[in-house]
Structure formats: structure tokens, C-alpha cells
């Protein structure tokens, strides 16, 4: 009998992290599951610390390195529950995550993707996202791009979707090097509303070796001319791109790449932007790098919305 539940691990070089998120999935309340562990290649103990996990549940796959994008595709394809369920490997859950997600996909019978509110925790405080709506109420179902104003209503650790959306929105695209859970969502809130769980479930665990695996290589960025035609006749898609080419176009101006800059805020409707969003994409470097210096005395990641 197939599991209720496929969790998809995927791991690259992770060996400090990768037992604490396989056991955050083993002490879930809500038993019936599988876990594939996609090992991309790693060069560290990754692979070793894996197999020392005892669990008939969980199967192995290990290939070269080629990236996220191809470790996930594999990871779904060799799924076999309905229900799959994205985890990073070095990011974990609170123990009642399947089972909420179980209830909401219990009460929500004709959505198929499903996510929940996500913390960012750093070695000294966890801090939970702070979301562009206000929901008051334990599940409330949205369209993904109003509800990502200010922060992806959906992480690749928070979300839980029937396999059958694939036939709609296909795989993970492996051609895009940094941007490509982004990507992937869009496809998501193109054709499918999305039920949010209201409370704190998934930990986006940071660690400074983190920032090593952080590409800012524009050249590696998505460009968003995927969705030209599309965001046409839809608003609120426009607007959230926007947001994102203006990340994009401040980190060209950091970078002193004048034809990146040129390129984002050339499809860039800057009626999308706030007045501050709108003063910084107009200030000198020099300005930016301070108001970075100074974000970042919080002690937290600065993000990209497409990193």
C-alpha cells in the first residue's frame, strides 16, 4: 500500500545538517509517509551520516552533481504517494507538520497545493516571516502572487502539492540556475489557488556557511521573459515580478553592471514599487551598500525574493 505522503529530501553537501532534518521528518505525529533523499553529489560525509539512519522508509539516491532543480525532478519521479512534499536538507519541521498538512488537504478537498507559515531560525533567535496578510483564522486560501507581496507565500521546505498539478505546470526547470523555486511557483499560482496553514511549521534553519551556496552571479539569475505574454492580462503577476526585477536591478547596481540594471528596469512598471523601492532603485551605490550595512546589523539574511 503506497505511503499518504512522498517527502523529498535534497542534499549537497550538508553533513553538519542533514541528520537533524531527517529525524525532524521521522518524529513527525503523523506516521504515513516515504522519504526519497536525493544526495546531489556531495563531497562531504553527506551520503555516510545518511546510510547510518536505520529507517525502512527512507530510500537513497545518489547521482553526480547537476543541481536542485534535476534532484527534485528525480526525487518526483521516483515518488509513489499522491501527496509530495519538498524539504532542504539542511532545513527541518516541527513535529506536527504532516499532520496539519493531512487535515488541510482533509478540509480542502479540491485545492492540491498547500504550504505553511515558516520561521527563519539563526543560532541565537528564530524569527517567523512576517507575510503580507493578515490571517486570523487557521486556513485561508489565496491566490500566490497577492499573497507574496512581501514574502513568497510559499518556501521549497513549506509545501506539500498533488502530483497531478505536474500535469499543468511540469517539472522543476533545470535551465535556471539561481530562481528556480520561484519560477516553479509562479507556475503554481498561474493555475491553482493555494490553502495557507497559519501556523509556524517549517524552519528555514540559516547558518553562515549558508551564504556560501548564495549565488549573486547575474548572468545565473532568472530573467523573467518566461511570463511576458502571461503578465499582459495579469496584474497582480505583473506586480510580483516587478518586485523581483527591482531586487535583481539593485543587485546590478552593486555589481556596477550597467547591462543587467538596464535590462530588469527596461520591464520594469515602476508603479509596481513602493516610494521607498522607488528612491533606492534611483540611489548610488554608495547609499545602497549603507542601507545594506544597515539591514544587516539585525544579524539576519538579506534576500533576494528569487535567490
Known sequence: MKPYFSVIITV?????????????????????????????????????IIKTINDQRIKLITIENQGVSNARNIGINEASANYLALLDGDDSWETTYLQFMYDAICNFPNIKIFTAG?????????????YSFNQKELYGTYNYFEASKAYSLIHSSSIVFNKSVLAKTGLFDTSIVSGQDTDMWIRFGLYFDIV???????????????????????SKKSKFDKYLNEEKENKDLKAFLDKNRYSMALLSKLQNDKKHFAY????????N???????????????????????????????????
Open 12 to 48: 549537497y553537501n550538508k553533513a553538519e545538517y542533514i541528520k537533524n532534518t531527517i529525524n525532524s521528518v521521522l518524529n513527525q505525529t503523523y506516521k504515513d509517509f516515504e522519504i526519497i533523499i536525493v544526495n546531489d553529489g556531495s563531497t562531504d560525509s553527506s551520503e555516510g
Open 118 to 130: 515558516l520561521a527563519q531560525r539563526y543560532e541565537s533567535k528564530i524569527v517567523p516571516v512576517n
Open 196 to 218: 495557507f496553514i497559519n501556523k509556524q511549521l517549517a524552519n528555514y534553519n540559516f547558518y553562515a556557511s549558508s551564504l556560501s551556496n548564495t549565488t549573486f552571479e547575474l
Open 264 to 271: 530588469y528596469t527596461s520591464h520594469l512598471n515602476t508603479d
Open 273 to 307: 514599487l513602493n516610494l521607498k523601492q522607488n528612491l533606492l532603485l534611483k540611489s548610488p551605490k554608495w547609499l545602497l551598500r549603507l542601507f545594506l550595512k544597515i539591514k544587516s546589523l539585525k544579524g539576519e539574511k538579506i534576500y533576494y525574493p528569487n535567490s
